[in-house]
């Protein structure tokens, strides 16, 4: 059995491989998305305890790569709008 403060520990831990699997899947759809011919991209980011660090890697991460980046706060999760439509 596991007590909370470990699966606690373990959520926190995680933190890392959530956010380069986020980038992943952004980055996937901005694939998908471009060769479709949209200039746009987005992901939605659940609020968890950390997701302010995670959104700020993504950010990050696509900004350093020429994407414009646009983050837009909802009830529950953030959502996160990559595009590339200008230079």
């Known amino acids: ?3 909370a403060t ?3 520990k373990l959520s926190f831990e995680a933190k890392e491989s ?3 699997n986020a980038i992943c899947s952004l980055m996937e759809k901005v ?3 471009a060769q479709k011919g949209v200039f746009q991209a987005e992901i939605d980011i659940y609020k ?3 997701f302010m660090t995670i959104t ?3 950010i990050q991460c696509f900004e350093n790569n020429g ?3 646009s983050v837009t706060e909802l ?3 953030i959502k996160i709008t990559v595009s590339w439509w200008e230079e």
């Open 56 to 58: 700020d890697q993504i």
């Open 67 to 69: 994407f414009a980046v």
């Open 48 to 50: 968890i305890p950390f």
């Open 75 to 77: 009830d529950t999760a």
């Open 31 to 33: 694939k998908s998305n």
């Open 1 to 3: 059995m596991i007590t």
């Open 18 to 20: 959530i956010a380069s």
């Open 6 to 8: 470990e699966a606690r």
